[in-house]
């Protein structure tokens, strides 16, 4: 079966429901389909608790939220893209305001802000500690508006279809049905969101599966500064559930197993009273979950049965505070870990979070490949560099997806249809998955589960907090392995009605592409950057690696690095300080 779209967004989350909203406002005459294989409230968007970073208090400027932005980056991102981003960010979030979105206020009426992490001003908005709840809820209804969205909910997209380097359209299975369909498109918008599931600890929702970064390195889109991975420092030890940074924002501290503020020891500040902003737990991410590691190494983290582990204390805001601020948190900790933050210490421990990497795109949201864009986690435009600040990343989801949606409506306004060879592309894509739904063949003796697993384990292994060419040269061959292996996954499940099995081992193979592009990026940086830190290449080297890396996929499937520099534009490259 065969459907027309003029622009098929893949993704219903923040930054794919903004993208489609802008389409629909630039370009009412467009069609614009929004593919999304959970219903879009459930996209992980609707699980961020802190908050949206944007100027707006008498003290704070965007020159401001530039630096802290380029320096928490650790000089990787684009200055020109980082520029542009604060100064839209501001304007996006009144927009949100003005369709229904309930920020949290201050008494005399003006917006609340909180600190947050490497943020030296406090210019973090939010709406108590379910932000992403109530902006995706407010962009979901506000696209209910245009009846030139059409939804497909619980849809999953399997391949880009591309002819002579330019977007044809999508291949995308209907869950409930197993309905095979090819949705032509003179553009196509990727807005999959992150890829936490490469790795066993995170607090990324199981959807999390990269898909997107896989659809776009395979269609021949690159995959840009894969190599960095956020670690958020305190997530719940078993289940990888986020307390959010709010709680540290608020005044929380982290103690090690002796009772001690032990950040006071990183060149993070002193302790202070709470809260305090330039220092000490509201020090950028990759710093506190480095100083973790360091704890562990000492001997002064606390043992789980879930490993080694440190104290959340929130025990001197009081019941009061907490209810007010962080209601979210208390109820995580007593539902998921049967702990009353107001009374007892909570136990944390660094947990992979965001994925600063992603597809390539520039700072219209476009990728390499004519006509394919790409918008929000799934993207690298690049302004979180080597290290994502807290809170940048929801409006980035509505910066960009407001570009990439105007970006890629005008092209789609001035492209033609498919071509043959594309929709024969389809149709080969059409017998592939038939095939797997039919019963695989050979039908091998490999677990999916067994092999996700593994995997999980060998990236947090070789390409962890710290990492090192041995240990990243290792889980090169056994990822190598794996993609040999996945060839023999069984798939048992022949049912055409939510057919799970299928789905895992679709997800499966997105997470292995995924994986072999962070190893092979992190074995080429011989430096230390933001949350890539190689222990036997422990400085950073401006010389050799002010750039980003691509990587993209060669034509006998591997997996080739090249770089491209860093756009600087007013800030020349300095030393990242907190704390003094
Ligand atoms: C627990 C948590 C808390 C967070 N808190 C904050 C915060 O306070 N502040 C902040 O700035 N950031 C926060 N973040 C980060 C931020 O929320 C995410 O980066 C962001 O929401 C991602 O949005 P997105 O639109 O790019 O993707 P998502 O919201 O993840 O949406 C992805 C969409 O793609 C669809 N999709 C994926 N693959 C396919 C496929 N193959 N076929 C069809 N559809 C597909 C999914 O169905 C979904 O609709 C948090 C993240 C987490 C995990």
Redesign the pocket.
């Known amino acids: 079966m065969t459907t027309a779209h003029d622009v098929v967004l ?9 993208a489609a909203i802008a389409i629909a406002e630039a370009r009412p005459e467009l069609d614009v389909a929004v ?6 409230m ?12 944007g100027v707006i208090g008498a003290d704070d400027s965007l020159d401001e939220h530039i630096y802290d932005t380029i320096s928490g980056s650790d000089w990787l991102a684009d200055q020109d893209a980082v520029e542009m981003f604060v100064e839209e960010a501001p304007r996006e979030l009144i927009r949100l305001e003005h369709w229904g979105c309930p920020w949290s206020r201050e008494p005399d009426g003006r917006v609340a802000v909180r600190p ?1 992490g490497g943020m030296k001003k406090q210019r ?1 908005w ?1 709406a108590a500690d379910k ?2 709840f109530h902006m ?1 809820h407010t962009l979901f209804q506000t696209s209910l508006k245009y009846g030139t969205i059409h939804r ?1 909910d619980e ?4 391949k880009l279809v591309v002819d002579d380097g330019v977007i044809q359209g999508v291949v ?1 299975i209907e869950l409930s049905t197993g309905r095979i369909e090819t949705m032509t498109a003179k553009a196509v918008i990727l ?4 890829c ?1 599931r490469v790795f066993p600890f ?4 199981a ?3 990269g ?2 970064m896989s ?1 776009a390195y395979r269609a021949g889109a690159p995959l840009k500064d894969m190599e960095f991975v956020q670690y ?1 420092p305190t997530g719940l030890p078993f289940t990888g ?2 307390i ?3 709680a540290r924002a608020e005044g929380g501290w982290l103690l090690n197993k002796d009772g001690y503020r032990y950040l006071q020891d990183y060149d993070l500040g002193k302790p202070e009273p709470t809260p305090v902003l330039r220092s000490m737990e509201l020090g950028p991410r990759d710093r506190l979950s480095q100083a973790f590691v360091h704890e562990v190494e000492e001997g002064r983290a606390i043992d789980t049965p879930y490993g080694p582990a440190v104290h959340l204390d929130l025990r001197h805001l009081g019941a009061k505070v907490i209810d007010a601020k962080i209601p979210f948190v208390r109820e995580l900790c007593l539902k998921y870990q049967n702990v009353d933050p107001a009374a007892e210490l909570v136990q944390v421990r660094p947990v992979v ?3 600063m990497g992603g597809v390539h795109t520039d700072i219209h949201g476009a990728t390499p490949v004519k006509g394919l864009y790409a ?5 690298c435009v690049s302004i979180n560099g080597a290290n ?1 600040l ?8 509505l910066v960009f ?1 407001a570009r990439a949606g105007r970006a890629a409506a005008e092209y789609a306004a001035g492209a033609s249809g498919p071509t043959r060879a594309g929709l024969r592309q389809a149709d080969d894509e059409h017998r592939r998955i038939w095939r797997e739904l039919r019963g695989r063949e050979p039908n091998g003796n490999e677990r999916i589960a067994d092999l996700r697993e593994q995997m999980q384990h060998t990236m947090e292994g070789g390409a962890g907090i710290y990492r090192t060419g041995d240990s990243l040269t290792k889980a090169v061959d056994t990822l190598h392995e794996f993609q040999g292996r996945r060839d023999q996954a069984r798939i048992e499940d022949h049912s055409h009605t939510f057919n799970t099995e299928l789905l895992t081992f ?2 499966l193979s ?1 997470m292995l592409d995924v994986a072999e592009t962070i190893v092979y990026s992190a074995l080429r940086r011989e430096e230390s950057r933001g949350a890539h830190q190689r222990t036997d290449y422990s400085a950073r080297d401006n010389d050799r690696f002010l750039a980003h890396s691509l990587a993209h996929r060669a034509s006998d499937g591997s997996c080739q690095i090249r770089y491209l520099p860093v756009t600087i534009t007013r800030w020349p490259v300095g030393e990242r300080v907190y704390g003094r």
């Open positions: 893949v993704g219903g989350g923040g930054a794919g429901l903004r593919v999304s294989k959970v219903y879009p459930r996209s992980h968007t609707v699980s961020a608790e802190g908050g949206a970073a947050f973090t939010f932000t992403g995706l497909y849809w999953f997209v399997t995308a807005a999959t969101g992150g936490g995170t607090t990324n929702a959807i999390k599966t898909d997107g659809l958020h559930i986020l959010t940074e709010a979070h965001y994925m918008a929000g986690e799934v993207a994502r807290g809170s940048n990343s929801l409006p980035e989801l997806g679709l997800e997105a």
